[in-house]
């Protein structure tokens, strides 16, 4: 994180950006200390010593309320873009980078505001949506590191746009592998670098212009100590010896293809498991792909369009009429009201399927699939009794290392393992088998010996 002087040269270039606020030099948490230029809390005395928390000797963290450089203006217009892949240019060293997206509210999951900060450059708040070309951007942020917390959420919206990061620093994940229980954005700052950070804005309608002050505030203090939390937890982690672990791990997610399609996704509606009847399916069916169809046409998240308890109620009710439709409580509302024609045309398509066409009351099985475990006992007890081992194994492995079982292979590869692994693997088999199926460098090394021996003794 740059020093006052650094700053201020950087928030004076940045496109947009105010003049930065006058700032008080907190206290200085014992390990790591904050970077300099940010102040204390709001309505706070500057200098005033902190009270240790009752019990613990601990220090409370300092309410972090304003950026180093004030709330930047968004860049939302050709010549702001321009002056921002400017400044972003002109600075050094990792790019903090998150977005905000519109979930519950927008259809899909598309970035409405995307934050930067990079060393020598400011703070960049951009709007991608009146930006059909960000091609410019992409050649100044894609050669370079980004500093992201819970990568795997942001990628994929951040990727729609044509921004694909050369390396990745994912300070969330690099929490876990360290063994902390607290590991989102604002626990890991609050530990690590003694600032707390407000969240009340995270679940917010991001697609709302203009953007208020507050969560533009709000945005622009998410990626503002990023940077210095990456330098923080790259020492702790090579201080554990596991910073090539959180190396392999931050690959892995930057280069993680998209989810497969999800087989018949309207069967995952909540409550669905109330319907019994396969003609009841079929009308949760055709009205789940109509609430699609018109949640894609009005930009509007499907639950907002027509909840799921109205999909459940009409599959059980099976209204032959719109009439009969609107006399469902939870079709009666207006908005369902003004649009009964076009449920009860999706509900009649249904009603009027042959029964050869009706979807069976379970969902057909991908081969691939594997049985859920619970029936394993009956279907594969040798797998069964393989698994357990597994499991007890990759439990206390983890305990001895800090880290959570899940980290150190995933519960998805452990069921796969023990369904398939032959009598009696050799660690080098068991090894090879793992990264087949994914499992990384160092989570092959720690796990391949003590999975064989395990296996081993239930053979």
């Known amino acids: 994180m740059p020093t006052d002087a650094s700053v201020s040269a950087a928030g004076a270039a940045a ?6 606020a006058a700032r008080s030099s907190p206290r200085a948490p014992a390990d790591p200390a904050p970077a300099a230029g940010h102040g204390a809390p709001a309505g706070g005395t500057a200098g005033a010593a902190p009270v240790a928390l009752p019990g613990t000797g601990a220090l409370p963290p300092i309410a972090l309320t304003e950026p180093a450089e004030g709330v930047p203006a968004v860049t939302d217009t050709p010549a702001a873009l321009e002056a921002a892949v400017a400044a972003l240019r002109g600075g050094t060293g990792p790019v903090a980078v ?11 999951q598309r970035a409405y505001l995307v934050q930067l900060r990079r060393a020598g450059s400011g703070t960049v708040l951009l709007d991608p949506v009146p930006f059909a ?3 410019a951007l992409a050649e100044v942020l894609n050669p370079a590191e980004w500093v992201l917390h819970a990568a795997d959420q942001d990628l994929p919206c951040l990727n729609e746009l044509g921004l694909v990061p050369a390396a990745l620093f994912d300070t969330e994940l690099a929490s876990r592998l360290l063994g ?3 590991v989102g954005l604002a626990a890991v700052v609050a530990e690590n670098l003694g600032y707390e950070l407000a969240k009340e804005h995270s679940a917010a309608d991001w697609s709302t212009r203009p953007l208020p002050e507050s969560w533009l505030r709000y945005a622009a203090l998410d990626v503002e100590l990023l940077v210095e939390l990456r330098e923080t937890l790259t020492a702790q982690l090579e201080a554990a010896g596991k910073l090539t672990w959180a190396l392999q791990e931050f690959e892995h997610v930057r280069t993680a293809p998209p989810p497969a399609p999800r087989v018949d996704p309207w069967r995952r509606t909540s409550g669905l498991q109330a319907v019994r009847s396969p003609r009841g399916l079929a009308v949760a069916r055709e009205l789940w792909l109509a609430r699609e169809e018109l949640a894609r ?5 499907p639950g907002r369009v027509l909840p799921a308890t109205a999909i459940v109620a009409a599959a059980l009710a099976l209204p032959r009429t719109e009439g009969q439709l609107v ?3 939870e079709f009666s509302g207006r908005g369902t009201r003004q649009r009964a024609a076009y449920w009860q045309a999706a509900i009649s398509r249904a009603l009027a399927l042959p029964e050869s066409q009706l979807p069976p009351r379970r969902a057909p099985r991908d081969p691939d699939q594997l049985p859920s475990p619970r029936a394993w006992g009956e279907k594969n007890p040798d797998a069964a009794a393989r698994l357990e081992a597994v499991r007890a194994c990759v439990r206390g492995l983890a305990e001895q290392l800090s880290l959570p079982q899940e980290n150190l292979l995933s519960p998805a590869t452990q ?5 398939e692994t032959g009598p009696r693997p050799t660690p080098a088999q068991v090894g090879d088998r793992l990264a087949a199926l994914g499992a990384r460098e160092w989570q092959v090394e720690l796990v ?3 999975l064989a021996r395990a296996v081993a003794d239930v053979a």
């Open 133 to 135: 070309d960000l091609s």
């Open 297 to 301: 046409q009005r930009d509007r998240s």
């Open 415 to 419: 069921r796969r393992f023990a369904w």
């Open 180 to 182: 902390r229980e607290r």
């Open 327 to 329: 006399r469902i409580r």
């Open 448 to 450: 391949s010996g003590p």
């Open 15 to 20: 496109p947009g950006g105010r003049a930065p």
């Open 98 to 108: 998150d977005a905000e997206r519109a979930s519950g509210y927008r259809y899909g």
